[in-house]
């Protein structure tokens, strides 16, 4: 079993940045591809960001690309999104998410899923 759990998350103003982080313990976190997933109010959940289990491979949605950025650590057990510009749009919960196999489709990722951590951008 993995647990993933999200910080990082609060309020911020249009223009700013936050630095979500995602502790992974349980199982051998390089063995597993991360991403970050977020669900607006109202909306479904959206595939923002992945990363390989080498971090070889990286995947943005449009939206996002050129202002956040998806890392990680493997001698931590961490995983990171670094978000900068941020938007009113971007206001979600985040969700740090792990599976053995690397996917831009969000319905492959079902393996772990942490709590999620809220993101409030205000205009």
């Known amino acids: 079993q993995l647990q993933l759990v999200e910080s990082g998350g609060g309020l911020v103003q249009a223009g700013g940045s936050l630095r979500l982080s995602c502790a992974v313990s349980?199982?051998?976190?390089?063995?597993?591809?991360m991403a970050w997933v977020r669900q607006a109010p109202g909306k479904g959940r959206e595939l923002i960001a992945a990363?390989?289990?080498?971090?070889?491979?990286?995947y943005y949605e449009d939206s996002v690309k050129g202002r956040f950025t998806i890392s990680r650590d493997n001698a931590k057990d961490m995983a990171y999104l670094q978000m900068d510009s941020l938007k009113p749009e971007d206001t979600a919960v985040y969700y740090c998410?792990?599976?053995?196999?690397?996917?831009?489709?969000?319905?492959?990722?079902?393996?772990?899923w942490g709590r999620g951590t809220q993101v409030t951008v205000s205009s």
């Open positions: 349980g199982r051998a976190f390089s063995s597993f591809a």
């Open positions: 998410v792990a599976d053995h196999f690397m996917s831009t489709r969000i319905d492959f990722w079902n393996d772990y």
């Open positions: 990363i390989s289990q080498n971090a070889d491979r990286t």
